[in-house]
């Protein structure tokens, strides 16, 4: 009986078998998606220093505790604080807290700010995190900015050799010193900040705090990084900005983190420095323009409408259109702001 089937030997069924194999795995590899992306050990950049919050220095002191905050609230919020784990928080200081234990526009000239700061950088500490201190503004607009500088390195000296906190490994002086005039001017900006380098060198503490400059806004920040570059950067260890945007409009938060990104690339090479965002965070509806961070809005028939509100506005008794002095009653941030760092080219 014939048969269609015709035996090839083991040797040809072998090689018809691999044949089989070779035609199945290429079919696979036809019908393969590509890859969205792919995942190499090359870095794309330098590391970030990290993400993280701005603390407030008021959280164990007047007007929060203990007249808002319960102790039992205090031991809930350190918790989930050290569960956060911010690698990089930022924390507001004056002269006046370390030397005098109060300042007279929030802490209402109630003691306690002293333990107040040190408790609060010590959990920042305890949670892992690096911490910049932030000198907030001087009263005197730095008329005596030898004084003013020489005040701050004491007392970053003091919180790190007596009190332990090593975290302090950065510093900043001058909240947004290019939203108004009369906070600072330029010269006495530099001035200070060359006093401050001297007196930390003075100390023996510069290789342990860099100094950071700027914590500028978007207003005239080109004149000022000019300043920074040409009569700072000898001295500064990286350059800060704030950065805020309304909610339902990221596209002027885009635009201005890229041309901070390209006015620093096209610096002399000498004069590039790290960037440090040590603000940043969405604004909502206002009716007051002077009144952050504002409410969650919705548009309805052409008008926004007003849902909820994200914060109480700030207690002070200063000018709430002077944003450079305004601090957030309870909580942990300034503002709505966050703080994080990345690396120029």
Known sequence: ??????????????????????????????????????????????PIEGLGVCMN?????????????????????????KQLHPQFVRIFFLNSWWENDTDASIAKNHPGMRQSLIRT????????????????YDPGHYE????????????????????????IRFATI?????????????????AVYRAFDQAL???GLRDQVKIVGGDLVHEHDKHWFNMLARDLSPMLDGYSIHVYWDYWNIEPMEAHVRGVRDLVAKMPAKQRRPIYVTEFGAKGFRENPSIEPGKIGRWQTGRRRC???LSKPPSSSRSHQRRRRRHPRNGMGTRSGTTARWVTA
Request: charged fraction near 25%; glycine fraction near 4%; charge should be negative.
């Open 1 to 46: 009986m014939r048969s269609g089937l015709r035996w090839i030997g083991d040797d040809g069924l072998k090689i018809a078998v691999c044949n089989l194999v070779s035609l199945l795995l290429l079919i696979g590899c036809a019908t393969t998606p590509h890859a969205d992306f792919v995942i190499t050990s090359k870095p794309i950049a330098q």
């Open 57 to 81: 220095p008021y959280l164990y002191a007047y007007p929060n505790t203990p007249d808002e905050i319960s102790p039992a609230q205090l031991a809930d919020l350190e918790a989930k604080f």
């Open 121 to 136: 950088i010590r959990l920042a500490q305890d949670s892992g995190a690096n911490v910049l201190l932030q000198l907030w």
């Open 144 to 167: 005596h900015p030898d004084d003013v500088a020489r005040r701050f390195v004491t007392a970053i000296a003091d919180l790190r050799d007596k009190h332990g906190l090593t975290a």
């Open 174 to 190: 001058q909240n947004e010193p290019n939203e108004h005039e009369d906070d600072i001017t330029q010269e006495r900006y530099a």
């Open 201 to 203: 060198r003075d100390r």
């Open 307 to 309: 849902r909820s509100t």
